[in-house]
Nanobody
């Protein structure tokens, strides 16, 4: 099992940047597929970026070229660097982990979740 704790959220103006961190405890961190999701107010949770155990990265179309996901398997930390943020990207950001493949952004396929961190982007 793995436990996940996000940090780094906050309030920024449109066009600003934030870096989210997700610290993990547990075994075999490097073997997990890891993802970042967000949930705007009143909307469903959506996938933003994911990275597999080999370092292959996938992004939602809306964040490509602005967001960067990375992982440090020595420190058991997952990152999400977010640039040029937009007001509609406000919401709670979650990190998640799964043990089997890394093929999609379907939340039910991720068995481990953090508690979330709030990101607010003002116009």
């Amino acid at each position: 099992q793995v436990q996940l704790v996000e940090s780094g959220g906050g309030s920024v103006q449109a066009g600003g940047s934030l870096t989210l961190r997700c610290a993990a405890s547990g075994d075999n961190f490097g073997a997990y597929c890891l993802g970042w999701f967000r949930q705007p107010p009143g909307k469903e949770r959506e996938g933003v970026a994911r990275i597999n155990s080999g370092g292959l990265k996938m992004y939602a179309d809306s964040v490509t070229d602005r967001f960067t996901i990375s992982r440090d398997n020595d420190k058991n930390i997952l990152y999400l660097r977010m640039n040029n943020l937009k007001p509609e990207e406000s919401g709670v950001y979650y990190c998640a982990a799964r043990t089997r493949n890394c093929m999609d952004f379907e939340p039910p396929n991720y068995g481990y979740w953090g508690q979330g961190t709030q990101v607010t982007v003002s116009s």
